[in-house]
């Protein structure tokens, strides 16, 4: 089933539905303990033409997406598989599988090479929490959107000289 939803872009509603996507496909997982996870399941990154946001099911029939569905996806395993979503490398993962945390606090966010309040260039990421610490993960990255597959340690590398607290913030609930 296809439900198309038009909206004027405002960051926060995009990453408000992306996560809400994320718990949908969480909820996929814990319910088919079976499917593959994300980087074992031979899914890759392309580049859309135009938007699909797709949960864990269509993602794995399709065999791609872009950063946006994979972002969720990632979100939603770490989420619904804890510690056991994580391999060697990936940051928290010795924490995570000695404390053998069944679920982990995971959300998608936005990092953008845009002005605020121009158009700009948006790239989803993943950040999940292991104990007191933080962690990022790029599933585009891993997937083959730099022409090559890159490893946790690779992605964590990169984004640690990337990363810019002022702006690379996860979305927060605006109050009312």
Known sequence: MNITVA??????????????????????????PELPGLYES???YKRETEETWSDYINLLAQGWEDC?????????????????????????????????????????????????????????LVRYRVGSRWHLDDPSARLGMLDQRLTGPEVAQRLALQV???????ARRRST
Do not use: M
Request: net charge positive.
């Open 7 to 32: 909206l004027a872009f405002s960051e926060w509603e995009a990453v408000s539905l992306l996560n809400w996507l994320a718990g949908v496909n969480a909820r996929i997982l814990l319910e088919n």
């Open 42 to 44: 031979g899914v890759v």
């Open 68 to 124: 946006d569905s994979l972002a969720a996806a990632r979100a939603g395993e770490l989420r619904a598989r804890g510690w056991r979503a994580l391999k060697k490398g990936d940051g928290g993962f010795d924490e995570a599988r000695r404390r053998r945390l069944q679920n982990l606090q995971a959300e998608v966010f936005l990092r953008t090479r845009s002005r605020p309040d121009q158009p700009g260039l948006y790239h989803c």
């Open 164 to 170: 810019r607290p002022d702006r690379d913030r996860p």
